[in-house]
Nanobody, 118 residues
Framework: VQLVESGGGLVQPGGSLRLSCAAS????????MSWVRQAPGKGLEWVSG????????YYADSVNGRFTMSRDNAKNTLNLQMNSLKPEDTAVYFC????????????RGQGTQVTVSS
């Protein structure tokens, strides 16, 4: 199993970033997928999830209305569009297999750093 995130970086408060995740080594279209994050000195926090159908999505209250998750089952890719970013969104973001409605993914990538700062 391989999950490779990209798209992180430094952005000012109120800005946007789009994270991507390339998946391989498992039947991507059969799995719910998720994004989780870990802020400095804190535990893993579930952010969002999407069912295999690509239609049903779920979000943590802290990001609902600002983040949008999507997937492309033909390309085995996952995306997270993050708008109206806040300093408290600063974290390492991981894509994961499973945990579409919460919890911890069964597999996750190495992560990509997102820093929101002026």
């Amino acid at each position: 199993v391989q999950l490779v995130e990209s798209g992180g970086g430094l952005v000012q408060p109120g800005g946007s970033l789009r994270l991507s995740c390339a998946a391989s080594g498992f039947t991507f279209r059969a799995y719910g997928m998720s994004w989780v994050r870990q802020a400095p000195g804190k535990g893993l926090e579930w952010v969002s999830g999407i069912l295999p159908d690509g239609i049903h999505t779920y979000y943590a209250d802290s990001v609902n209305g600002r983040f949008t998750m999507s997937r492309d089952n033909a390309k085995n890719t996952l995306n997270l569009q993050m708008n109206s970013l806040k300093p408290e969104d600063t974290a390492v973001y991981f894509c994961g297999a499973g945990a579409a409605t919460g919890g911890s993914p069964i597999w996750r990538g190495q992560g990509t750093q997102v820093t929101v700062s002026s």
